[in-house]
């Protein structure tokens, strides 16, 4: 049972380069949701979906987009990455019809820009 | 956004008792997380509150008072594997409750 995976787990990029964050899910879950983690900052929200097609910003989402053209996979793409977005990148998705809104993560992507 | 404190650090002894608190703002409320954070990892569900009073799980115990805004996690017999980060979160105001936003995490140490 994967859950949420991502890749890739490690990544290091230059200063303006590109990249993008794949997180696939099993649990067939319509949210699905991309967090970063900083030390002394906690887990900010930067871009969410509520549903294959839609995307929503969250509390960070500068710097960053994201697409969901299918229900189980969710990217987040950097087009020109800047130190500031140094970080540990998680991606969560959680289901419709649990009222509790149970998130549940993936093991998390660490990027280092330089 | 929903202003979430908890204490930064916390440290406590194998075999004690320690109590984790959270204190959010009361309005749109709609249910209280904690998660668990080891170090290197994901974090993993541990409880959910929605009624005030105490729901006990085991070892660990999470309490809620919506009308002052206060949540606590309580850790039983605390063992070394619970060394780790606790979060606490909520639901923003007016999100449609789809997403969570989480305090800063309060890391508890257990020494021998």
């Known amino acids: 049972n994967a859950g949420v995976t991502q890749t890739p787990k490690f990544r290091v990029l230059k200063t303006g380069q590109s990249m993008t964050l794949l997180c696939a899910q099993d649990m067939n879950h319509e949210y699905m949701y991309w967090y970063r983690q900083d030390p002394g900052m906690g887990l900010r929200l930067i871009h969410y979906?509520?549903?294959?097609?839609?995307?929503a910003k969250g509390e960070v989402p500068d710097g960053y987009n994201v697409s969901r053209l299918k229900k189980q996979n969710f990217l987040l793409g950097l087009e020109s990455a800047a130190p500031s977005q140094t970080s540990v990148y998680f991606c969560?998705?959680?289901?419709?019809?649990?009222?509790?809104?149970?998130?549940?993560f993936g093991e998390g992507s660490w990027l280092t820009v330089v | 956004g929903q202003n979430i404190d908890q204490p930064t650090e916390m440290t406590a002894t194998e075999g004690a008792i320690v109590q984790i608190n959270c204190t959010y703002q009361t309005s749109g409320f709609n249910g209280l997380f904690w998660y668990q954070q080891h170090a290197g990892e994901a974090p993993t569900f541990l409880s959910y509150n929605v009624l005030d009073g105490l729901e006990e799980k085991g070892r660990f115990s999470s309490f809620l008072s919506r009308s002052k805004g206060y949540s606590y996690l309580l850790l039983k017999e605390l063992q070394m594997k619970d060394s780790a980060s606790y979060l606490c979160?909520?639901?923003?105001?007016?999100?449609?409750?789809?997403?969570?936003?989480f305090g800063k995490g309060t890391m508890l140490l257990v020494s021998p």
């Open positions: 979906s509520v549903g294959e097609g839609t995307t």
């Open positions: 969560a998705s959680s289901h419709l019809s649990d009222t509790r809104n149970t998130i549940y």
């Open positions: 979160a909520v639901p923003p105001r007016n999100s449609g409750y789809s997403t969570l936003t």
